[in-house]
DNA sequence: GTATTTTGCTAGTTTATCTAGTGAACTTGA
DNA sequence: TCAAGTTCACTAGATAAACTAGCAAAATAC
């Protein structure tokens, strides 16, 4: 069990510093979440979808609602519900795919980015003040770190 | 609105990829909480409340209905059926509150425990395995990093 | 050109959440 | 001191959101 595992060095020990500090983090973000789901009055799985929906704005991906589903791990039948309530609350639309007549690619709406923001923005402003007085080296690292990070536990 | 803060520095382009960092690897560990809930066969919050009892554990702090509530933002109502769940499920306990007669304390059961990092313990390898090369002052500077932003998304 | 797979959808059912309200235990203040 | 207000977990019944099963249309494989 992993759990057994047991540092045998002062290098061991960080590391595994450094996994209490991110499952910590994980336990945060999780409150963060919550948090915004009441502020916003919407539902865990509607607001995980709009935040799905930001980040692939910005890496410019494409989602349909296969993604969703993939994503959230539920099924296309409580994908379509959840777009049907989105869509019907003016948080996304559904547009045609551009060459699978089949598929549909769901945008957010401008409202929906402003909403988002409007809540997510004082973390943001939070996160940013926490950022700034490391030095570009050392944000190097962390950036660095919490890429492999993300690639290791949700590969590409 | 924070989106359109606009970076004047190269220091203020480093703090933005950090600030992009910490949003993927929020959205990796969404899926990656989304495949436990899958693999476990359990439902998200019933998942989500296993990952709090598990930090808590670990810092040491007793956990009450009232504060999984909170951390989830669901209602009292809610957490009660939530913990006839895992109660039945032999996921977790209620024991008395040792001050308060009113209130209860929520306990893990090693069946739990197991089965939990069962499912997390390869993440745990991952995440060990992305930790390990970096030296220790690195380290050092990433956990505290996640450790201040901990606390200012969700102040303690 | 037919067969299989993929995609998003509908219908009906089950599960999980909510609101409203309760009694018991704790806390506060006159 | 003890009455009033608050907090805690819970129940009942209503509402919301998930599931399974199955479908037609489009894409892909054979």
Same mark, same amino acid.
């Given at each position: 069990?992993?759990?057994?595992?047991?540092?045998?060095?002062?290098?061991?020990?960080?590391?595994?510093?450094? =996994?209490?500090?991110?499952?910590?983090? /994980?336990?945060?973000?999780?409150?963060?979440?919550?948090?915004?789901?009441?502020?916003?009055?919407?539902?865990?799985?509607? $607001? +995980?979808?709009?935040?799905? =929906?930001?980040?692939?704005?910005?890496?410019?991906?494409?989602?349909?609602?296969?993604?969703?589903?993939?994503?959230?791990?539920?099924?296309?039948? /409580?994908?379509?519900? !959840? !777009?049907?309530? $989105?869509?019907?609350?003016?948080?996304?639309?559904?547009?045609?795919?551009?060459?699978?007549?089949? /598929?549909?690619?769901?945008?957010?709406?401008?409202?929906?980015?402003?909403?988002?923001?409007?809540?997510?923005?004082?973390? !943001?402003? =939070?996160?940013?003040?926490?950022?700034?007085?490391?030095?570009?080296?050392? $944000?190097?690292?962390? /950036?660095?770190?919490?890429?492999?990070?993300?690639?290791?536990?949700?590969? +590409?």
């Amino acid at each position: 069990m992993a759990e057994r595992w047991m540092p045998a060095s002062d290098h061991d020990m960080v590391v595994m510093r450094t =996994l209490h500090a991110i499952r910590a983090l /994980s336990d945060a973000m999780d409150r963060m979440h919550g948090g915004m789901k009441g502020d916003m009055g919407m539902n865990i799985t509607d $607001l +995980a979808t709009l935040r799905m =929906l930001i980040i692939r704005e910005q890496r410019e991906q494409a989602v349909s609602p296969h993604d969703i589903a993939e994503h959230l791990r539920i099924s296309s039948a /409580s994908t379509t519900k !959840l !777009l049907d309530r $989105l869509v019907a609350s003016g948080y996304v639309t559904r547009q045609p795919h551009p060459s699978d007549r089949r /598929s549909r690619v769901v945008e957010l709406t401008d409202r929906s980015r402003q909403e988002f923001f409007a809540h997510f923005g004082e973390y !943001l402003r =939070l996160m940013r003040q926490v950022a700034t007085p490391y030095s570009q080296e050392e $944000l190097q690292v962390i /950036s660095q770190f919490m890429g492999e990070l993300s690639e290791a536990i949700d590969p +590409a």
